[in-house]
């Protein structure tokens, strides 16, 4: 190592080889981020690679270069809460914070919070706080502070808790902090929480001790339902080792064990429950909603899901044993990519999660929720289970017709369609990825929340991203900017997808000349031919508003009012997609969605 750290230096130092001193900074990069070359430790000799790669950054101007050396940087910084600032950071933070790349400002922040700037640090927490900021901006301070355990962020994310945008993100973060306020907080919001945030909230509230405690007086209260404890919830708590923990869960929710004595008869028990639903026993849309209620985090059917446990599209599922057996004892056969890990870290909190990665500064785990990196250095203990990830006694919470709607469902040799209920309608966007939407993976893809569609080439013909959720009345608000403008793409609604790829039905349309006006692809063509051009930003982010009550529909841009038509003839119901219009090389970029069911016909932003 030593030998090619000096070989690189020489390179380094000579001027006269420019080439060479671009790769020099480009190995640098690579080898930190793959960990064969550690970061220096204080009072390291300045001649260390991350000094070296500092001067890089302050002598060039290339972006994209900038961009390489901050990426690698940040990855190989992965892990580790903060490390000494290095000799010239000063004057790099200075120089990037001025960059017209917004990647390269942000990029830079996190490394100077990462290096101990007060500078960098108060600017962060201006932003996580500001509503008005650009959100991809916020999630960045979010995720730099809570890097760098910031002393002041469980207050903060306390604020957040009333705060759409970063509700989800400010229940997950309280997890991190054993903050005596933080259960009471989260208490007090919970009812007013959408589905995926009780969620949320509720692996917060089973992750250490003293936040389970107020959760179970709260169901012995019954102001959190019983039934909104799931099976991997009573696991987790379970796994917290508390005796008195333990008393009040048989208490409030019932006897929960490892194993059952008879799993046979269990089994036999649920299959009596599934035929006495007759010759249709469930219904396939409402198996799929209680698919994505409690399976569809962890597992993936029809390309719809998350990644945590085994992809079910190919498993035998048309045999009733096979899914009971799967489902009532996920313990029979576990491979070992799928056994759970207890980890618990040195101020108390407990993870139950798969191990994907590890190395001498972290320890990377995924839950069902999220995933998450824990610097070995908090780590307290770390033991795998011989039992599965998926715990037992999943269907335990639900009714008896909930449970044949899901075996129902998981039998059907394709996917069916998911309608959005109050239940399911915060499965549309879950700012990660693309689960719950079907298009081009070349083509559509989820960049810091947003989703992105981008051709390089330009294309042949239209391109859509289709979403599973089947709306009916609806208000959806998003914000959408177009690159170049001169360029076309459209938000399609109430429509029905084709076997050719296409989409038919209404579109609100996006693009010169075509901003705010309605059109019917597959169909009556143009339907609203006032333009909307005026209320446009061109090639920024423009607020899009679409309301469908009935046969109303209603649209608006930045405010503005645009579509206002009554139309007996459109659909009354259909899917939501994205289009990429045939012609020249572009990016759209959506962001930021609402989507409210059961909407007032009025548009809540007129000005």
Same mark, same amino acid.
């Given at each position: 190592?030593?030998?090619?750290?000096?070989?690189?230096?020489?390179?380094?130092?000579?001027?006269?080889?420019?080439?060479?001193?671009?790769?020099?900074?480009?190995?640098?990069?690579?080898?930190?981020?793959?960990? #064969?070359? +550690?970061?220096?430790?204080?009072?390291?000799?300045?001649?260390?690679?991350?000094?070296?790669?500092?001067?890089?950054?302050?002598?060039?101007?290339?972006?994209?270069?900038?961009?390489?050396?901050?990426?690698?940087? $940040?990855?190989?910084?992965?892990?580790?809460? +903060? /490390?000494?600032?290095?000799?010239?950071?000063?004057?790099?933070?200075?120089?990037?914070?001025?960059?017209?790349?917004?990647?390269?400002?942000?990029?830079?922040?996190?490394?100077?919070?990462?290096?101990?700037?007060?500078?960098?640090? *108060?600017?962060?927490?201006?932003?996580?706080?500001?509503?008005?900021?650009?959100?991809?901006?916020?999630?960045?301070?979010?995720?730099?502070?809570?890097?760098?355990?910031?002393?002041?962020?469980?207050?903060?994310?306390?604020? =957040?808790?009333?705060?759409?945008?970063?509700?989800?993100?400010?229940?997950?973060?309280?997890?991190?902090?054993?903050?005596?306020?933080?259960?009471?907080?989260?208490?007090?919001?919970? $009812?007013?929480?959408?589905?995926?945030?009780?969620?949320?909230?509720?692996?917060?509230?089973?992750?250490?001790?003293?936040?389970?405690?107020?959760?179970?007086?709260?169901?012995?209260?019954?102001?959190?339902?019983?039934?909104?404890?799931?099976?991997?919830?009573?696991?987790?708590?379970?796994?917290?080792?508390?005796?008195?923990?333990?008393? *009040?869960?048989?208490?409030?929710?019932?006897?929960?064990?490892?194993?059952?004595?008879?799993?046979?008869?269990?089994?036999?028990?649920?299959?009596?429950?599934?035929?006495?639903? &007759?010759?249709?026993?469930?219904?396939?849309?409402?198996?799929?909603?209680?698919?994505?209620? /409690?399976?569809?985090?962890?597992?993936? =059917?029809?390309?719809?899901?998350?990644?945590?446990?085994?992809?079910?599209?190919?498993?035998?599922?048309?045999?009733?044993?096979? #899914?009971?057996?799967?489902?009532?004892?996920?313990?029979?056969?576990?491979?070992?990519?799928?056994?759970?890990?207890?980890? *618990?870290?040195?101020?108390?909190?407990? #993870?139950?999660?798969?191990?994907?990665?590890?190395?001498?500064?972290?320890?990377?785990?995924?839950?069902?929720?999220?995933?998450?990196?824990?610097?070995?250095?908090?780590?307290?203990?770390?033991?795998?289970?011989?039992?599965?990830?998926?715990?037992?006694?999943?269907?335990?919470?639900?009714?008896?017709?909930?449970?044949?709607?899901?075996?129902?469902?998981?039998?059907?040799? &394709?996917?069916?369609? =998911?309608?959005?209920?109050?239940?399911?309608?915060?499965?549309?966007? $879950?700012?990660?990825?693309?689960?719950?939407?079907?298009?081009?993976?070349?083509?559509?893809?989820?960049?810091?929340?947003?989703?992105?569609?981008?051709?390089?080439? &330009?294309?042949?013909? $239209?391109?859509?991203?289709?979403?599973?959720?089947?709306?009916?009345?609806?208000?959806?608000?998003?914000?959408?900017?177009?690159?170049?403008? +001169?360029?076309?793409?459209?938000? +399609?609604?109430?429509?029905?997808?084709?076997?050719?790829? *296409? /989409?038919?039905?209404?579109?609100?349309?996006?693009?010169?000349?075509?901003?705010?006006?309605?059109?019917?692809?597959?169909?009556?063509?143009?339907?609203?031919?006032?333009?909307?051009?005026?209320?446009?930003?061109?090639?920024?982010?423009?607020?899009?508003?679409?309301?469908?009550?009935?046969?109303?529909?209603?649209?608006?841009?930045?405010?503005?009012?645009?579509?206002?038509?009554?139309?007996?003839?459109?659909?009354?119901?259909?899917?939501?997609?994205?289009?990429?219009?045939?012609?020249?090389?572009?990016?759209?970029?959506?962001?930021?969605?609402?989507?409210?069911?059961?909407?007032?016909?009025?548009?809540?932003?007129?000005?």
């Amino acid at each position: 190592m030593k030998k090619t750290t000096k070989l690189l230096r020489i390179c380094w130092a000579d001027p006269s080889r420019p080439s060479a001193r671009l790769k020099y900074a480009i190995w640098l990069c690579l080898l930190l981020a793959t960990g #064969i070359l +550690q970061m220096p430790a204080a009072g390291a000799d300045e001649n260390d690679a991350l000094p070296a790669l500092v001067q890089v950054l302050n002598e060039t101007d290339d972006i994209q270069f900038q961009l390489d050396i901050l990426k690698g940087l $940040n990855d190989g910084l992965r892990g580790r809460r +903060q /490390v000494p600032m290095p000799r010239g950071w000063d004057a790099a933070e200075a120089r990037l914070s001025q960059s017209p790349n917004p990647e390269v400002r942000s990029l830079a922040q996190v490394l100077s919070v990462t290096f101990g700037s007060a500078k960098a640090l *108060e600017a962060l927490r201006r932003t996580l706080l500001d509503p008005a900021a650009d959100l991809a901006a916020r999630r960045t301070a979010f995720d730099s502070l809570q890097g760098v355990r910031d002393p002041n962020l469980p207050a903060m994310l306390q604020r =957040l808790l009333s705060d759409a945008a970063l509700r989800g993100a400010a229940l997950r973060g309280l997890a991190a902090f054993d903050d005596p306020q933080a259960p009471g907080a989260i208490l007090d919001v919970y $009812n007013s929480l959408s589905i995926a945030e009780k969620r949320d909230a509720l692996t917060t509230l089973s992750s250490r001790a003293t936040f389970a405690q107020p959760l179970l007086a709260a169901v012995d209260r019954k102001t959190i339902p019983a039934k909104d404890l799931t099976a991997e919830v009573i696991r987790q708590l379970r796994n917290l080792k508390n005796a008195e923990i333990d008393q *009040e869960i048989q208490k409030v929710w019932g006897v929960a064990r490892d194993s059952s004595a008879d799993k046979q008869q269990e089994i036999e028990k649920y299959k009596r429950l599934y035929r006495a639903g &007759g010759s249709q026993p469930g219904d396939a849309s409402r198996g799929r909603a209680v698919f994505a209620r /409690v399976c569809q985090q962890c597992h993936t =059917l029809f390309d719809a899901g998350g990644k945590v446990g085994p992809d079910l599209t190919g498993s035998n599922r048309n045999d009733l044993d096979y #899914i009971l057996q799967n489902i009532l004892d996920p313990n029979a056969v576990i491979p070992n990519d799928y056994r759970a890990s207890t980890l *618990e870290t040195k101020d108390n909190r407990v #993870i139950t999660a798969i191990v994907k990665q590890q190395d001498a500064h972290a320890i990377t785990v995924v839950t069902a929720n999220e995933t998450l990196v824990i610097p070995r250095q908090e780590v307290d203990s770390l033991l795998q289970s011989e039992l599965s990830m998926m715990p037992e006694g999943l269907v335990q919470p639900l009714a008896d017709q909930e449970v044949r709607d899901l075996i129902y469902y998981l039998n059907r040799p &394709g996917q069916v369609p =998911l309608l959005a209920t109050p239940e399911t309608v915060d499965l549309f966007f $879950n700012n990660k990825d693309l689960t719950g939407w079907d298009g081009d993976p070349a083509l559509w893809k989820v960049e810091n929340g947003e989703i992105v569609g981008r051709s390089a080439a &330009g294309l042949k013909q $239209n391109e859509f991203l289709k979403s599973d959720l089947v709306l009916g009345d609806f208000r959806l608000v998003c914000k959408v900017k177009l690159t170049p403008n +001169q360029e076309n793409s459209g938000i +399609q609604f109430r429509s029905e997808p084709q076997a050719d790829g *296409e /989409v038919k039905g209404y579109q609100a349309d996006v693009g010169a000349g075509w901003w705010g006006k309605l059109y019917e692809e597959r169909g009556r063509a143009l339907l609203w031919d006032k333009s909307g051009e005026a209320h446009v930003k061109p090639e920024e982010w423009n607020t899009y508003e679409i309301v469908a009550v009935g046969s109303e529909i209603r649209t608006a841009i930045n405010g503005y009012p645009c579509v206002h038509l009554n139309d007996p003839a459109g659909a009354k119901r259909g899917i939501t997609a994205f289009q990429l219009h045939a012609g020249g090389p572009l990016e759209v970029r959506y962001k930021d969605f609402q989507l409210e069911l059961n909407p007032k016909p009025e548009l809540a932003t007129v000005k």
